[in-house]
């Protein structure tokens, strides 16, 4: 049971566009909601979260958005960078451990 | 933020053998867990490790195939025993940040089984 889902398995971005990387979730009780970033032969990194008490959480060019009447969330980067090319994992939180989605990989093109 | 070193980074095994990944925390926490990210998949908790305590482990997960040390609050092992080809995943480490659930990993131990 896929309490997290990432439906899109990759995203094509040109840079300097926004890129919007979507998550779905099934459970109510999750009370945070956290998107990492992970390179090739890296563990996945921390970029930003949201609880489930905001619908709107900001840092830099990462916005990540929280509607929980429909249990979805979404990460917006703009402008999109090469850097940014890596697999995006969102995770939520509940019950003292994290349950994660099965990646996006994006890719920003020049 | 707390620091990971996780080794080894890769290892190439036998099936039949068992392979140890350690797990180094540059400052004292009080959990650990261990996950596993198979091909195409999503990071999978195996379990959490407790100093002084045993470790719990998620449904699917037991501890004759996944046993774990944490001998102290910076340490732990994580050990995959009997191995077969379908072990053949990424194992990572992770520890609680002052902010849970903003949690940090280590580098992650890609394990082929041939």
Do not use: E, F
């Given at each position: 049971d896929q309490q997290v889902k990432q439906n899109s398995p990759s995203l094509s971005v040109q840079e300097g566009r926004i890129s919007?990387?979507?998550?779905?979730?099934?459970?109510?009780m999750f009370d945070y909601f956290l998107w990492y970033k992970k390179y090739p032969a890296e563990g996945p990194t921390f970029l930003i979260s949201i609880s489930s008490i905001k619908d709107k959480n900001e840092d830099g060019r990462f916005t990540v958005f929280l509607n929980k009447s429909a249990k979805h969330l979404s990460l917006h980067i703009v402008p999109s960078q090469p850097g940014d090319s890596a697999v995006y994992f969102c995770a939520a939180s509940g019950a003292s451990k994290l349950t994660f989605g099965t990646g996006t990989r994006l890719q920003v093109t020049l | 933020?707390?620091?990971?070193?996780?080794?080894?980074?890769?290892?190439?095994?036998?099936?039949?053998?068992?392979?140890?990944?350690?797990?180094?925390?540059?400052?004292?926490?009080?959990?650990m867990f261990w996950y596993r990210q198979q091909p195409g998949q999503s990071l999978t908790l195996i379990a959490t490790a407790n100093q002084g305590s045993e470790a719990t482990y998620e449904s699917g997960f037991v501890i004759d195939k996944f046993p774990i040390s944490r001998p102290n609050l910076t340490f732990s092992t994580l050990t995959v025993s009997n191995l077969s080809p379908e072990d053949s995943s990424i194992y990572l480490c992770s520890v609680e940040d002052e902010e849970w659930p903003e949690a940090f990993f280590g580098q992650g131990t890609r394990l082929t089984v041939v």
């Open positions: 919007i990387l979507n998550c779905d979730y099934t459970n109510s | 933020s707390a620091v990971i070193s996780q080794k080894p980074s890769r290892d190439i095994c036998q099936r039949g053998t068992s392979l140890t990944i350690q797990c180094q925390v540059d400052s004292q926490v009080t959990m």
